[in-house]
């Protein structure tokens, strides 16, 4: 539809049907069209200097579906100009196109919600067009300018409350609430994050918004050399178009990349440092992170900015270093290095992760539970290099770690807001601890890492690895030797080869004339018993077991030796019985058995005499009321017994490997949360 401009009378065409308004090229007024006539909102201003590589009349396909942009709006949030591009597709339908950080997002109409804009909390959940969402940004914004034709009409100046909402599988979306914050949006967007390489755009970013950086300068193949305005300094910026801040090496001046031409900001108060990877390094860290990329076409990543951030736990300061990377089509990550320890940071959506909104000790991301480790202010205490925002020394966020160390990971959850209020995000990021050797032959570092130390959060426990597989090996072994005890057990036939009662007390021996004695006294032995010949017909070991008849509060010592008949070979050993029992203090208590076993080992099969030799209590002591000592005893000799001691000692040693394992994996634990802020070493 071509009209004439109400101003100027120059033809003005509404391309797509969606459309109700358009800037007239000759005159730039708004011309707006209705259902009764076509009318003038006035005149509208200027577009800011962006170094965005889209512009109105590009056209490009999504998801097999043409599409052409008839429009740009120009906005602001507080962090510069941000464009929004309308889109015009084939098939009739409309929708916007927005890039930051690296990424584009394509949104498009749906019914607005009924969610005041004061109950959108903060990293909740609501439904929007019957899909989960995460609240992951709530501000406010102004309507600047536009080109073009838009499908709304916005007034120039006009300020209006939005929510950004994140959900799962890259889904995305934003709710406009107009100037106010009733009981519903005004419009909602919900769609899609698209990769550069979906949009179906012929042609390469970076060409135009390096251009654009230099004042209009044609691009190299190396890039364009930019000039610090403070210093004069030769820059090239690594990043053009996301780039908004850059902290030049020279004279430490913040500069301003946000729209067109560098601008000098403020010098900067900070410590000179050099990163220990240097900006411009690059390097491929799929395979650091098991990141399956298409073949032949790994992704290079550079290092295009370094910053140190402290945060203060119980009056003590601790810092740790951040490196930006960036790839032309997939954005930005971080290297993080702490006391030698390094990760690979990737940015997530708010929406792949849940965490309870009343108890927030557990996050869960791809099906994997994260403990919450810390919650601290994090500051910036230095920067060097280009950043995707406006940073600044001194900038605070609240950031929250939740660790799950067996898979190397910890997620990162930081709430940013501006000094007003009129702006608060959440960004979440999954970081994959690294091997600091591999990091640093994966950007092409000659020299040796620092050596780590301490445990760092996301750190897998070398000692539990260890320990399972130790554990492993443990059961294996223990089965093993159930089995094994088991069979020894099973094959010994334990047959009694002796058993007697034997009267108490033993017949005296006649005395014993002793000849080495002068007085030629003589010395009379120790009542003995010697059994008759007997066989013992499998060697290694005879069990004996002594039975006291009739014993109360007394006891029965029996030694006993067995011999050999041809070696004349000795084998002794003892047992003694004894049973006492009474009342004290009402209670009654008894101690001791009648029954008593003592075994001996190393025999050979052959014929034996067994000699006892019994001691009891004198006749004086078993006289004694309440005594009872025996009258005579029983013995049995049992041959080829199970001998269990030496098996149980074999279990002991060697459960000694799986505990000291358990010990080293139960002390590298309480280093890892000794410095968590949230709990303590023991949990």
Same mark, same amino acid.
């Given at each position: 539809?071509?009209?004439?401009?109400?101003?100027?009378?120059?033809?003005?065409?509404?391309?797509?049907?969606?459309?109700? $308004?358009?800037?007239? &090229?000759?005159?730039?007024?708004?011309?707006?069209?209705?259902?009764?006539?076509?009318?003038? !909102?006035?005149? @509208?201003?200027?577009?800011?200097?962006?170094?965005?590589?889209?512009?109105?009349?590009?056209?490009?396909?999504?998801?097999?579906?043409?599409?052409?942009? @008839?429009?740009?709006?120009?906005?602001?949030?507080?962090?510069?100009?941000?464009?929004?591009?309308?889109?015009?597709?084939?098939?009739?339908?409309?929708?916007?196109?927005?890039?930051?950080?690296?990424?584009?997002?394509?949104?498009?109409?749906?019914?607005?919600?009924?969610?005041?804009?004061?109950?959108?909390?903060?990293?909740?959940?609501?439904? !929007?067009?019957?899909?989960?969402?995460?609240?992951?940004?709530?501000?406010?914004?102004?309507?600047? #300018?536009?080109?073009?034709?838009?499908?709304?009409?916005?007034?120039?100046? +006009?300020?209006?409350?939005?929510?950004?909402?994140?959900?799962?599988?890259? #889904?995305?979306?934003?709710?406009?609430?107009?100037?106010?914050?009733?009981? &519903?949006?005004?419009?909602?967007?919900?769609?899609?994050?698209?990769?550069?390489?979906?949009?179906?755009?012929?042609?390469?970013?970076?060409?135009?918004?390096?251009?654009?950086?230099?004042?209009?300068?044609?691009?190299?193949?190396?890039?364009?050399?930019?000039?610090?305005?403070?210093?004069?300094?030769? %820059? =090239?910026?690594?990043?053009?178009?996301?780039?908004?801040?850059?902290?030049?090496?020279?004279?430490?001046?913040?500069?301003?990349?946000?729209?067109?031409?560098?601008?000098?900001?403020?010098?900067?108060?900070?410590?000179?440092?050099?990163?220990?990877?240097?900006?411009?390094?690059?390097?491929?860290?799929?395979?650091?992170?098991?990141?399956?990329?298409?073949?032949?076409?790994?992704?290079?990543?550079?290092?295009?900015?370094?910053?140190?951030?402290?945060?203060?736990?119980? /009056?003590?300061?601790?810092?740790?270093?951040?490196?930006? %990377?960036?790839?032309?089509?997939?954005?930005?990550?971080?290297?993080?290095?702490?006391?030698?320890?390094?990760?690979?940071?990737?940015?997530?959506?708010?929406?792949?992760?849940?965490?309870?909104?009343?108890?927030?000790? *557990?996050?869960?991301?791809?099906?994997?539970?994260?403990?919450?480790?810390?919650?601290?202010?994090?500051? !910036?205490?230095? !920067?060097?290099?280009?950043?995707?925002?406006? *940073?600044?020394?001194? +900038?605070?966020?609240?950031?929250?770690?939740?660790?799950?160390?067996?898979?190397?990971?910890?997620?990162?959850?930081?709430?940013?807001?501006? +000094?007003?209020?009129?702006?608060?995000?959440?960004?979440?990021?999954?970081?994959?601890?690294?091997?600091?050797?591999?990091?640093?032959?994966?950007?092409?570092?000659?020299?040796?890492?620092?050596?780590?130390?301490?445990?760092?959060?996301?750190?897998?426990?070398?000692?539990?690895?260890?320990?399972?597989?130790?554990?492993?090996?443990?059961?294996?072994?223990?089965? %093993?030797?159930?089995?094994?005890?088991?069979? $020894?057990?099973?094959?010994?036939? =334990?047959?009694?080869?002796?058993? =007697?009662?034997?009267?108490?007390?033993?017949?005296?021996?006649?005395?014993?004339?002793?000849?080495?004695?002068?007085?030629?006294?003589?010395?009379?032995?120790?009542?003995?018993?010697?059994? =008759?010949?007997?066989?013992?017909?499998?060697?290694?070991?005879?069990?004996? +077991?002594?039975? $006291?008849?009739?014993?109360?509060?007394?006891?029965?010592?029996?030694?006993?030796?067995?011999?050999?008949?041809?070696?004349?070979?000795?084998?002794?050993?003892?047992?003694?019985?004894?049973?006492?029992?009474?009342?004290?203090?009402?209670?009654?208590?008894?101690?001791?058995?009648?029954?008593?076993?003592?075994?001996?080992?190393?025999?050979?099969? /052959?014929?034996?005499?067994?000699?006892?030799?019994?001691?009891?209590?004198?006749?004086?002591?078993?006289?004694?009321?309440?005594?009872?000592?025996?009258?005579?005893?029983?013995?049995? %000799?049992?041959?080829?017994?199970?001998?269990?001691?030496?098996?149980?000692?074999?279990?002991?040693?060697?459960?000694?490997?799986?505990?000291?394992?358990?010990?080293?994996?139960?002390?590298?634990?309480?280093?890892?949360?000794?410095?968590?802020? @949230?709990?303590?070493?023991?949990?």
């Amino acid at each position: 539809m071509t009209v004439g401009c109400p101003s100027c009378g120059a033809p003005v065409e509404f391309k797509a049907g969606s459309s109700v $308004a358009v800037v007239c &090229a000759n005159c730039k007024f708004c011309v707006v069209r209705s259902d009764r006539d076509i009318r003038l !909102v006035g005149k @509208v201003a200027e577009l800011a200097a962006t170094d965005s590589p889209l512009y109105v009349g590009l056209s490009g396909t999504f998801r097999g579906m043409g599409y052409r942009i @008839v429009g740009r709006q120009q906005l602001d949030h507080g962090q510069g100009p941000w464009d929004e591009w309308y889109c015009s597709f084939s098939d009739g339908r409309w929708g916007w196109l927005a890039e930051a950080q690296g990424r584009y997002y394509f949104t498009f109409a749906v019914q607005p919600p009924a969610i005041p804009y004061d109950h959108a909390v903060l990293g909740h959940q609501i439904v !929007v067009n019957n899909q989960p969402f995460t609240v992951a940004e709530k501000g406010s914004g102004q309507f600047v #300018t536009f080109e073009g034709e838009l499908p709304v009409v916005g007034t120039p100046g +006009e300020y209006f409350g939005y929510i950004d909402i994140s959900g799962p599988n890259g #889904t995305f979306g934003t709710l406009d609430y107009g100037q106010g914050s009733g009981y &519903a949006p005004e419009e909602a967007y919900v769609g899609y994050i698209v990769p550069f390489q979906e949009l179906g755009l012929p042609f390469d970013p970076n060409a135009k918004r390096l251009a654009a950086m230099a004042g209009g300068a044609s691009a190299g193949p190396e890039g364009t050399a930019l000039k610090c305005p403070n210093c004069g300094g030769n %820059l =090239e910026c690594k990043a053009p178009g996301a780039t908004k801040r850059i902290a030049c090496p020279y004279c430490n001046s913040m500069l301003d990349a946000s729209s067109g031409p560098l601008k000098w900001l403020e010098v900067l108060e900070q410590q000179q440092t050099i990163p220990k990877i240097p900006i411009g390094a690059q390097g491929q860290i799929h395979a650091l992170i098991g990141e399956a990329v298409e073949t032949g076409h790994a992704p290079v990543w550079t290092v295009i900015g370094y910053m140190t951030k402290a945060c203060n736990v119980d /009056g003590s300061w601790y810092y740790w270093d951040e490196y930006l %990377l960036y790839e032309t089509t997939r954005g930005f990550r971080f290297l993080t290095e702490q006391n030698g320890h390094w990760s690979i940071v990737v940015p997530i959506e708010a929406g792949s992760v849940q965490v309870g909104q009343v108890f927030d000790d *557990v996050a869960t991301w791809r099906g994997m539970q994260f403990k919450k480790f810390s919650q601290v202010e994090a500051t !910036v205490t230095r !920067v060097l290099g280009e950043f995707y925002w406006s *940073v600044e020394i001194g +900038e605070e966020s609240e950031a929250r770690e939740y660790i799950h160390p067996q898979k190397g990971l910890s997620l990162g959850r930081e709430h940013e807001h501006d +000094e007003y209020g009129d702006r608060e995000e959440i960004n979440w990021t999954v970081a994959h601890y690294v091997d600091p050797k591999k990091l640093y032959e994966a950007f092409g570092q000659k020299s040796a890492p620092p050596s780590p130390y301490g445990v760092a959060p996301n750190q897998p426990n070398a000692a539990k690895q260890s320990a399972k597989t130790i554990g492993l090996m443990s059961l294996g072994f223990f089965a %093993l030797w159930i089995v094994c005890f088991i069979m $020894a057990a099973g094959s010994a036939k =334990e047959k009694t080869v002796y058993e =007697e009662t034997i009267d108490l007390p033993l017949p005296a021996e006649d005395p014993v004339e002793d000849a080495d004695e002068p007085s030629g006294k003589k010395e009379k032995p120790e009542p003995a018993f010697f059994s =008759e010949k007997f066989k013992i017909p499998v060697g290694s070991n005879v069990q004996a +077991e002594i039975v $006291a008849n009739q014993l109360q509060n007394s006891y029965l010592w029996v030694g006993m030796a067995l011999i050999n008949e041809k070696t004349q070979e000795v084998f002794e050993m003892e047992a003694e019985a004894s049973y006492y029992a009474g009342v004290t203090d009402g209670e009654s208590w008894s101690e001791g058995s009648p029954r008593q076993t003592t075994s001996v080992g190393g025999l050979s099969p /052959g014929t034996y005499v067994l000699r006892l030799q019994p001691v009891t209590d004198s006749p004086t002591m078993c006289s004694a009321p309440g005594t009872t000592c025996p009258t005579s005893f029983k013995i049995k %000799l049992k041959n080829d017994m199970a001998i269990i001691w030496p098996g149980i000692l074999s279990l002991l040693l060697f459960l000694i490997t799986p505990i000291i394992a358990l010990v080293r994996m139960g002390a590298f634990e309480s280093k890892r949360w000794a410095d968590s802020t @949230v709990r303590s070493s023991s949990d």
